[in-house]
């Protein structure tokens, strides 16, 4: 039997769950205002989904890292993997402002408990009562993969952004490169000084910034995110309405034709990839630059989703739920936005009324574990 099985839940004023960039945001802010917590943390140490970047990603070629409220990231060498630069300062700050994350933690479900509160589920077993969630699940975990006709017939390799390995992999390799985001621009300028060749492809035709992005241009991009969470449909991430950015590598890129893109194939062969006109390229890997999807799946109980298919909020607060608060999604995906979002998330709880249960106060400062 379950060691756990038998326990009543764990009682605490809010659960935050991940502790990426916008679940220690939402941490410091509660600790701030002396509201009891925990932090339940999935991963295996901290860094968030930092840690699991590819060890040629320098903190040098990072695309925004914006500082954690409270304390700056200063004189960190660009020539260091991100994985480690992030890692040791997330571990510092929690090590700074005393919070305590749980880890690792699976939350597996968050159910509707008793007396107005959330139960959530973890895969250990062990359980806690809250009156409001701070969910700050990311997205690294919910890799998205397309389908195209011949797939399964590939006689290559097929991998994802989230498990790349690094340009060493791909050597002397024909590699077709999937998506028109960052990742891939950046995994086609590496892969392509060790390859035998690269095919970049995309849905849409790139669209590359040569332009100054300030704050007006990021409040822009940011409104057309917040606008789909709005109204209930899956959100965009905001680097995908900003464009690429156009630095000396992508122009070097651009030049030699690396980054000379085609349209999306058709169909998959055993060889390589096709077009309807019966063009064709022959490949050994491909590489699905694709981005990923809310994990959001644990919160499937609570019925949070629209018709649309995504969760509707007014700020961060879920519409269809004032307990949840989603932090890290949708416009707030970004690292400034997910910075001020655990910010905005602690003041609309510290306005939800207190229901504590079996007459216990509630808990003050970080909870333990």
Not at 49 to 66: D, E, I, N
Not at 83 to 102: K, N, Q
Not at 173 to 184: D, I, K, L, M, N
Request: charged share 20%.
């Amino acid at each position: 039997m379950n060691d756990f099985a038998e326990r009543d839940p764990a009682e605490v004023d809010v659960v935050v769950i991940g502790a990426g960039q916008a679940g220690l945001s939402g941490a410091y802010h509660l600790a701030r205002a002396g509201i009891g917590h925990v932090v339940l943390d999935h991963s295996p140490g901290p860094g968030g989904a930092w840690q699991f970047r590819w060890p040629s990603l320098t903190y040098g070629k990072v695309h925004g890292m914006h500082a954690l409220p409270g304390m700056e990231l200063t004189g960190a060498d660009p020539l260091r993997p991100s994985s480690e630069v992030i890692g040791e300062y997330f571990a510092a700050y929690e090590e700074r402002f005393g919070l305590r994350v749980r880890r690792p933690v699976d939350v597996t479900a968050v159910r509707d408990g008793s007396d107005g509160r959330l139960l959530v589920e973890s895969a250990s077993g062990e359980r806690w009562s809250a009156r409001a969630l701070i969910n700050a699940t990311g997205t690294w975990d919910r890799p998205f993969w397309p389908r195209y006709p011949g797939q399964s017939t590939f006689r290559g390799r097929q991998l994802h952004t989230a498990g790349y390995p690094g340009p060493a992999a791909f050597a002397g390799a024909r590699v077709v490169v999937v998506g028109g985001g960052t990742s891939a621009v950046q995994h086609l300028l590496e892969i392509s000084e060790v390859a035998a060749a690269t095919t970049w492809v995309t849905r849409r035709p790139p669209v590359f910034r040569d332009s100054r992005f300030g704050e007006a241009e990021g409040r822009a991009a940011v409104a057309l995110v917040e606008e789909r969470v709005r109204r209930g449909l899956p959100p965009q991430s905001v680097v995908s309405v900003t464009g690429l950015a156009l630095n000396d590598a992508v122009r070097a890129g651009l030049d030699s034709g690396v980054l000379e893109r085609r349209p999306m194939f058709d169909r998959i062969i055993p060889t390589g990839v096709g077009w309807a006109d019966g063009r064709s390229v022959e490949a050994d890997v491909i590489l699905w630059a694709t981005g990923f999807r809310a994990a959001v799946d644990h919160l499937a109980p609570l019925r949070l989703r629209e018709p649309g298919g995504g969760i509707r909020l007014e700020g961060t607060r879920a519409v269809r739920d004032e307990r949840i608060h989603l932090v890290g999604y949708g416009p707030s995906a970004s690292t400034t936005g997910a910075n001020r979002a655990g910010g905005a998330a602690v003041r609309e709880i510290r306005r939800l009324p207190a229901r504590e249960t079996s007459g216990a106060p509630a808990l003050a400062g970080v909870a333990a574990s």
